[in-house]
């Protein structure tokens, strides 16, 4: 875990917030996926779902992001609000299937510059289960880091540690 750069007033569970929010409001974020040589990054929209401590993106099957994220399931999400100098990072682990029906709740008319609609077979479902986040909420300061991870899903404290480290 990375020490904060910078000292913060905000509680860990406050840091938590912040970055789940940031990445719902900001949407569009830099993926970032591993070939095994070199990292890939592509803008992607995301679909942030905190109270399932999920992101979700709609991807098309011939991508090679999806046999980057089968062989290296460990990713990462840069959110940017460059006007407002605010910054996001998640990284956790993805998983890619072929949930229909998830599909088709997540579709929006943005997807219809990809697909003619929800039911093309060519769509897959990426699944981010995030791990790890940092904010930056000022300019080119690091807030802090947080430790996303299941423990707060399930009611459990979190471990603060020395370094602002929480648990999602």
């Known amino acids: 875990m990375v ?51 999920a ?4 991807v098309d099957e011939a991508g090679h992001k999806n046999e980057q994220v089968e062989a290296f399931p460990f990713v990462s999400l840069a959110f940017v609000d460059s006007a407002g100098h605010k910054y996001a990072v998640i990284s956790g682990r993805a998983k890619l299937s072929n949930d229909r029906a998830r599909i088709a709740d997540l579709w929006s008319d943005w997807d219809k510059a ?33 430790k996303m991870a299941f423990a707060a899903v399930t009611g459990q404290t979190p471990d ?9």
């Not at 409001?25 to 970032?32: E, L, P, R, S, V």
């Not at 992101?55 to 709609?58: K, M, P, Q, S």
């Not at 603060?160 to 999602?168: F, Y």
């Open 114 to 146: 990809w697909w003619a609609d929800a039911s093309d077979p060519a769509i897959r479902l990426l699944t981010i289960t995030p791990e790890d986040g940092e904010l930056w909420d000022s300019p080119n300061v690091l807030v802090s880091t947080a």
């Open 160 to 168: 603060m540690g020395d370094n602002a480290k929480v648990k999602l």
């Open 55 to 58: 992101i979700y993106f709609l």
């Open 3 to 53: 020490k904060p750069h910078h000292s913060t007033d905000l509680t860990p569970a406050e840091v938590q917030d912040r970055i789940w929010e940031l990445a719902k409001k900001i949407d569009i974020c830099m993926f970032t996926t591993w070939d095994g040589e070199r990292q890939r990054s592509r803008p992607l929209s995301a679909r942030v779902f905190r109270n399932e401590h």
